[in-house]
């Protein structure tokens, strides 16, 4: 019996956790490049399925920085595969990976 309740918690569990998703998404300033506009100054944000998020989990200079002329993301959208879960109007990153 107690295998049982094992096993039910563990499935229970597994079955309330939610999914993240995998996206070659477009990634840049949100207030910058993304038109979005409810956080004050430059935040990382992404893009897919028509719809911009900022991102919680990385930060805009992650990735160097963000002013460069080429390749900042205040000057410049790039492409990523992303990997995480959208909840309540953010995407929360567990893995973001540059595409050139």
Avoid: P, T, W
């Avoid at 998703?21 to 910058?32: D, F, L, P, R, T």
């Avoid at 991102?55 to 205040?74: N, Q, R």
């Avoid at 790039?78 to 595409?99: C, M, P, T, Y």
């Amino acid at each position: 019996m107690k295998k049982i309740i094992i096993l039910s918690l563990l499935i229970f569990a597994s079955c309330s956790n939610k999914k993240e998703v995998k996206h070659v998404a477009e990634i840049s300033c949100g207030q910058c490049q993304l038109d979005l506009d409810s956080e004050a100054g430059c935040s990382l944000a992404v893009r897919f399925d028509d719809k911009a998020y900022f991102v919680d989990g990385f930060g805009i200079d992650d990735f160097g920085d963000a002013h460069d002329e080429k390749i900042g993301f205040c000057n410049v959208v790039r492409k990523a595969e992303i990997v995480g879960l959208v909840e309540d109007g953010r995407f929360f990153a567990s893995s973001i990976e540059l595409v050139k």
